[in-house]
């Protein structure tokens, strides 16, 4: 009977927001409103996402639409739903999006409490030989009443409210954290619904995989040097651990959270801060490796303490299991003491 219930009683990504917005009850539903846009736009993206490939690979309608207007970039197709979809929702003040410059101030007749941090499309450039790639969003609400400024978006990661990501690959996976663990849905294309699929999602203590783009390894500093070299020539007689790196951010964070082990994107002499972005790639997957179980350092501190002060700014970034990112952690205060 227990099997049937299962069966019948769906639990899509609406109804466990709901369930979670009736922990709160001062709660007036806004939290909920702003997610359900979030998901349109998830939605939205996957279906466009899809339908892209398939037109590259049969060349259907060529880079022009049926109304032959230029095929708009996929990112910037990406970039233009989520932002539509949030200033919609009427529950947001403040966004920031990897494809623009500037943060977008909604206007006061539709604003909200809450500021959305976004990339609308992380690892576009993988489409075309059909690597998974994904949304990336991090929610934080508004410091103080009155004009919203810059400031309210330039908080430390640990004040985020939700955080998550959406992964466009063989299924559409919406990865979720509302600050008590983390839950997995999967897109069910004939209901239109994300399912949930991946109840409270624990990533294992220790894991077996790492990666990293071994193409920087000779601008690499001396403790990423010496955890890599540890992965593939352990001292102490245990096997060497696998590499899995894929290039896509999403992709590869959602194997190191199911499966365990360490990305690593680490700061090089090319690029001192790292490659990944802050507010809307380090902060939200840091935020998940947590809730799940996991943790996330920058070679100097815990991520999610890290303090932006420029909403484009990068930072390097090592996360994943508890007992793995713990010995990236000795490597760098071993620099330290030196
Ligand atoms: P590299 C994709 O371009 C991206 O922003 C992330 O999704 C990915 O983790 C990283 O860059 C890959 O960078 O330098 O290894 O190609």
Redesign the pocket.
């Known amino acids: 009977h227990a099997a049937e219930a299962h069966r019948t009683d769906l639990m899509t990504i609406t109804r466990y927001v709901l369930n979670e917005q009736s922990k709160h009850p001062e709660s007036r539903g806004d939290f909920t409103i702003l997610l359900s846009h979030i998901v349109l736009g998830c939605k939205f993206v996957c279906s466009a996402v899809n339908k892209a490939g398939l037109a590259k690979l049969i060349g259907l309608a060529g880079e022009t639409n049926v109304q032959g207007e230029e095929q708009k970039k996929l990112d910037v197709l990406s970039n233009e739903v989520f932002i539509k979809a949030l200033v919609s929702s009427g529950r947001t003040c403040i966004l920031v999006s990897e494809e623009d410059e500037e943060a977008t101030f909604v206007e006061p007749s539709k604003r909200g409490r809450y500021c959305v941090v976004f990339d609308p499309l992380?690892?576009s450039?993988?489409i075309d030989c059909g690597v998974s790639i994904g949304t990336i969003f991090g929610i934080y609400m508004i410091k103080e009443g009155g004009e919203p400024k810059l400031e309210d978006v330039l908080q430390p990661g640990k004040n985020m409210l939700a955080a998550g990501y959406c992964m466009y690959g063989s299924s559409c996976t919406l990865v979720l954290s509302t600050g008590s663990g983390v839950n997995g849905f999967t897109l069910d294309p004939s209901l239109g619904e994300f399912i949930l699929t991946h109840p409270d999602i624990k990533i294992p203590k220790k894991g077996k995989i790492y990666s990293v783009?071994e193409?920087?390894a000779k601008n690499w500093d001396g403790p990423t040097a010496k955890y890599v070299e540890k992965c593939k020539f352990p001292k102490d007689g245990s096997p060497a651990k696998s590499l899995r790196?894929i290039?896509?951010?999403?992709a590869?964070v959602h194997r190191t959270l199911l499966y365990g082990g360490v990305f690593l994107?680490p700061a090089d002499k090319k690029s001192p801060n790292g490659?990944?972005r802050v507010l809307y790639?380090v902060f939200p997957m840091s935020f998940l490796m947590e809730q799940a179980g996991g943790q996330a350092f920058t070679g100097k501190q815990r991520a999610l303490d890290l303090v932006p002060k420029k909403i484009h700014e990068r930072s390097p970034i090592f996360l994943g299991s508890y007992d793995d990112v713990e010995e990236i952690k000795a490597l760098y205060a071993a620099e330290e003491q030196k």
């Open positions: 992380d690892g450039s993988n783009n193409g920087n790196y290039g896509s951010m999403v590869d994107y490659k990944l790639e």
